[in-house]
């Protein structure tokens, strides 16, 4: 895979649908798991006060890396493609998330040294949390034995999901999407 290829998306994606996954969401208290942040700390999203916004994504890529399965088998994938962008269009919009207030954290099943060379790669201001157990029990699915989590998007406040986007699609409109719910 081309590096560039990392933050461009392909005309042709196969478009997610929603398959319920994500329907017992809403109104549910997240597990009080802490997860590991690329930033060193420890963040246990259920402890947290006020909101938060949780963009959670299957991996983010590596440059010179093929994809989980192969790169033409990973754009197949409904909602795998695009974490790079998605990451991208998170950090070029967070300082309206900063204006209302409202904390953000992008949510993989990646390992922490993963997601500490994508959050310093991408010059990411949000720390991005690792969850290798998918503790979370949020909506997963499995490439060559890996669980990963599908895209979606949860607003969450004092550690209760207020809501949970489902599916994210295009991954890139995903900050977009969530700052529409926050409001002004």
């Given at each position: 895979?081309?590096?560039?290829?990392?933050?461009?998306?392909?005309?042709?994606?196969?478009?997610?649908?929603?398959?319920?996954?994500?329907?017992?969401?809403?109104?549910?208290?997240?597990?009080?798991?802490?997860?590991?942040?690329?930033?060193?700390?420890?963040?246990?999203?259920?402890?947290?006060?006020?909101?938060?916004?949780?963009?959670?994504?299957?991996?983010?890529?590596?440059?010179?890396?093929?994809?989980?399965?192969?790169d033409e088998f990973w754009n197949s994938?409904?909602?795998?493609?695009?974490?790079?962008?998605?990451?991208?269009?998170?950090?070029?919009?967070?300082?309206?998330?900063?204006?209302?207030?409202?904390?953000?954290?992008?949510?993989?099943?990646?390992?922490?040294?993963?997601?500490?060379?994508?959050?310093?790669?991408?010059?990411?201001?949000?720390?991005?949390?690792?969850?290798?157990?998918?503790?979370?029990?949020?909506?997963?699915?499995?490439?060559?034995?890996?669980?990963?989590?599908?895209?979606?998007?949860?607003?969450?406040?004092?550690?209760?999901?207020?809501?949970?986007?489902?599916p994210v699609f295009p991954p890139d409109?995903?900050?977009?999407?969530?700052?529409?719910?926050?409001?002004?």
């Amino acid at each position: 895979m081309k590096d560039d290829d990392l933050y461009t998306l392909p005309e042709d994606l196969p478009v997610p649908e929603d398959d319920g996954a994500a329907g017992h969401l809403p109104g549910s208290r997240l597990p009080a798991v802490p997860l590991a942040a690329s930033d060193g700390s420890d963040v246990t999203l259920a402890e947290l006060a006020g909101r938060s916004v949780v963009f959670a994504y299957p991996r983010t890529g590596r440059p010179g890396e093929s994809s989980l399965g192969g790169d033409e088998f990973w754009n197949s994938i409904p909602g795998a493609r695009g974490c790079t962008p998605q990451a991208c269009a998170i950090r070029d919009g967070h300082a309206r998330f900063d204006a209302l207030g409202v904390r953000v954290f992008g949510l993989s099943t990646q390992t922490p040294d993963d997601q500490r060379e994508a959050a310093e790669r991408l010059q990411l201001p949000y720390p991005l949390l690792s969850d290798p157990a998918a503790a979370l029990g949020l909506p997963t699915f499995e490439v060559e034995g890996v669980t990963l989590y599908k895209r979606l998007t949860l607003i969450v406040r004092d550690g209760v999901v207020e809501e949970a986007l489902y599916p994210v699609f295009p991954p890139d409109q995903a900050a977009e999407q969530a700052l529409a719910r926050l409001g002004p």
